[in-house]
């Protein structure tokens, strides 16, 4: 396994405030909004402190988690979908350290209800408490993130259009220790093929991303941090004006990892088509409408590192 080349270069953000109801015109929003558009730009991701989220809900989030990776096999199977990335997956070939479940609008009591139900017929109120608290509060981080970029670009009308034409799915993962103490792969290079990501990993480092010029860095997340991550599809809305980052889970250590990542999708019917006001002379369209459907189902018969070029890219 390589090593990262890098230990730590993006940008870690505070956003200011013990809660998410940040007045929406003071000068700490319109700072945190020039440097998001920046670390948009050059990272395609960065770190964001967050006390409006309390640590004591992140612990309370890991510690269900941890219950649920631990019931046996045959009960988290039980939870299927016939969406990629939403069933649960066991560890398989390519990644043989992760399981991962993929939960369909967890913020919805109804939805996070019915999951844990599935798992646990007697009941889990404290798994399904956490999960509803967690996956609300990262769900609206995700919002006034996207908020952020779309005003830095100028491109505040289309907030609540594309709010409201959202779904989101929230991911649990577990990475367990690699054998041997030898560092593995966690989890396989990609970029995210939605809109937008928030992660929040347990004490237990292992993400990297890779630079515009080729090198791999290793993060080093504080406690109280999220990590935002650019999807293919904000990439594409953008004209290409923001990127999207690759990024990889490094295993090493002796300790599991247990992360949680809410992912902003479009809603089924949503075309994914780049604004009029974001092509010009300096900036030719790039990317032809298509719909996350069709594009995820193009990526999965035909996994390869630059699916958006190649499946939706203008050739000039
Ligand atoms: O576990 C992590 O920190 C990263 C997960 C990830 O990149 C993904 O699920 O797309
Ligand atoms: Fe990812």
Wanted: with cysteine.
């Amino acid at each position: 396994m390589g090593e990262a080349d890098h230990i730590q270069e993006i940008p870690f953000l505070e956003f200011p405030g013990d809660d998410l109801d940040l007045e929406q015109e003071s000068e700490e929003w319109k700072g945190l909004r020039s440097k998001v558009r920046e670390a948009c730009e050059t990272y395609g991701c960065f770190g964001l402190v967050c006390d409006a989220i309390p640590a004591k809900l992140r612990q309370e989030m890991f510690m269900v988690m941890k219950t649920l990776f631990d019931l046996p096999e045959e009960t988290k199977k039980k939870h299927s979908s016939t969406k990629p990335y939403h069933s649960y997956q066991g560890k398989c070939p390519i990644v043989p350290l992760l399981e991962s479940f993929g939960i369909d609008d967890a913020p919805q009591p109804q939805a996070a209800q019915a999951f844990t139900n599935l798992l646990w017929p007697e009941g889990n109120p404290a798994f399904c408490g956490a999960l509803i608290s967690m996956a609300t509060k990262m769900l609206e981080l995700n919002f006034i993130v996207l908020k952020l970029i779309l005003e830095s670009l100028g491109m505040e009308k289309y907030y609540n259009s594309q709010k409201e034409n959202s779904a989101s799915v929230f991911r649990l993962m577990k990475y367990t220790v690699p054998p041997s103490n030898d560092s593995a792969i966690g989890l396989v290079t990609h970029t995210d093929k939605n809109i937008l990501t928030i992660l929040c990993q347990n004490e237990v480092q292992g993400l990297e991303v890779l630079s515009k010029e080729g090198n791999w860095i290793r993060l080093n997340f504080c406690k109280d941090s999220f990590i935002v991550i650019i999807g293919d599809l904000l990439k594409a809305w953008t004209n290409g004006r923001l990127h999207a980052v690759r990024h990889r889970v490094v295993m090493n250590g002796d300790k599991d990892r247990y992360s949680c990542g809410m992912f902003v999708l479009p809603g089924d019917t949503v075309t994914i088509e780049v604004p009029e006001e974001l092509v010009d002379n300096d900036h030719p369209l790039r990317y032809r409408p298509f719909t996350y459907s069709d594009y995820m189902s193009f990526f999965t018969s035909n996994i390869c590192d630059d699916a958006l070029e190649v499946y939706a890219g203008v050739r000039s």
